[in-house]
């Protein structure tokens, strides 16, 4: 068993830190290992099959591949027996493709989504913004060209927007002692200076 071990790292390209690293244990471990000082357990003999998806009958016996069939092999035989589509195929691949951490947070997002609706009386299906259509942005950053060029126009233009979307007006409005370029319009550009 110590060549195989020997013959399983070097295969993956790996140190042994590297290797002890991804099982959980001391570089010396896998040293006295491949030395053929020490055996290793069933528990870690399962940690390198799982970990480097390393065929169990080989590494214990010798006998059939080092490895198992690779993903992109099982995928196709479920491709087949699923009727999968490209699509399917696809985000199946890049699923287990990802870091265990990077499938565990998408399982906590989807967990914590579904709590989010799980104890309230709210239709997912209920538009965000309420029962009645938002205003159509334009109208609400219209900005009413007899404002333009006055001192009082980005005043104006936030009055008009609070009015809009039904917010009361403020008791004391400061400006700013800036320049503001306005967008092209009518192939005219306007520009107001607050000084």
């Known amino acids: 068993m110590k060549e195989r071990i020997k013959k399983i790292r070097k295969a993956l390209d790996l140190t042994q830190q590297k290797f002890a690293d991804k099982l959980g244990v001391k570089r010396n471990t896998i040293a ?12 870690t003999i ?3 099959c799982r970990e480097f998806n390393v065929n169990k009958e080989w590494i214990c016996n010798g006998t059939g ?3 198992k069939a690779a993903p992109s092999d099982v995928l196709d035989q479920l491709a087949y027996k699923y009727h999968l589509s490209e699509a399917d195929y696809v985000m199946i ?3 287990v493709q990802m870091r265990p951490e990077v499938r565990r947070g998408i399982f906590d997002y989807i967990r914590e989504v579904s709590a989010a ?4 009386d709210v239709d997912p299906y209920f538009p965000a913004y309420g029962k009645e259509p938002p205003q159509p942005m334009d109208e609400i950053l219209a900005v009413d060209e007899e404002y333009l060029g006055t001192p009082d126009s980005v005043a104006a233009a936030e ?6 979307l039904g ?3 403020k008791k004391k409005s400061t400006t700013l002692n800036t320049t503001v370029d306005i967008t092209e319009t009518n192939n005219k550009v306007y520009k107001i200076s607050n000084q």
């Open 32 to 43: 006295m290992y491949e030395m053929g000082k020490t055996s290793p357990s069933q528990q």
């Open 159 to 164: 009055a008009a927007y609070e009015k809009s």
């Open 167 to 169: 917010i009361a007006p």
């Open 93 to 95: 691949e890049k699923f």
């Open 46 to 48: 399962n940690s390198i």
């Open 117 to 120: 609706f799980a104890y309230t």
């Open 65 to 67: 591949e080092m490895f």
